[in-house]
């Protein structure tokens, strides 16, 4: 990913921001400039909506092959978490130290992680991942 991509996306990224569409009032992930529902523009219809970041896993699987940059990671798990706004995102689900306890329904927040760097001297890549909501654990 580019240098000025990153920035441009980095409120997204560190807020899980999304957008609300005020005519039609639904909510999506990421950002749009269109609403997908009942296609309104977003010059004056719509804005920046800030995401909760918790929800519950509806679906995972296990990732076994890596791809280039994540191999040390590999087993890592993968899912579809539902956000309490009603948004599904795909996101890796971290700090389960066993990978065979993820389950449908079980209960994550978003957490800040290190995706990659550009080499020992360049920038350093966060994003959201999603990790077990230890308040609502079961």
């Known amino acids: 990913m580019s240098v000025s991509r990153y920035w441009r996306e980095a409120k997204s990224r560190y807020m899980l921001q999304g957008s609300k569409c005020g005519r039609c009032n ?11 529902s009942c296609k309104s523009l977003s010059i004056n219809n719509i804005d920046n909506f800030n995401l909760s970041g918790n929800g519950v896993i509806d679906a995972f699987t296990y990732v076994h092959e890596g791809l280039t940059g994540f191999e040390m990671q590999i087993p890592y798990v993968i899912a579809m978490i539902k ?8 996101a890796q689900v ?6 065979t306890k993820v389950y449908i329904g079980m209960p994550v927040r978003m957490v800040f992680r290190k995706i990659g760097e550009d080499g020992k ?4 890549y966060y994003g959201y991942k999603f990790s077990p909501d230890m308040a609502n654990f079961g």
């Open 121 to 124: 001297s360049g920038m350093i």
């Open 26 to 36: 639904r909510l999506f992930f990421p950002k749009r400039s269109v609403c997908p």
């Open 94 to 99: 971290v700090d389960i130290d066993d990978n």
């Open 83 to 90: 956000l309490e706004e009603g948004i599904s995102i795909t």
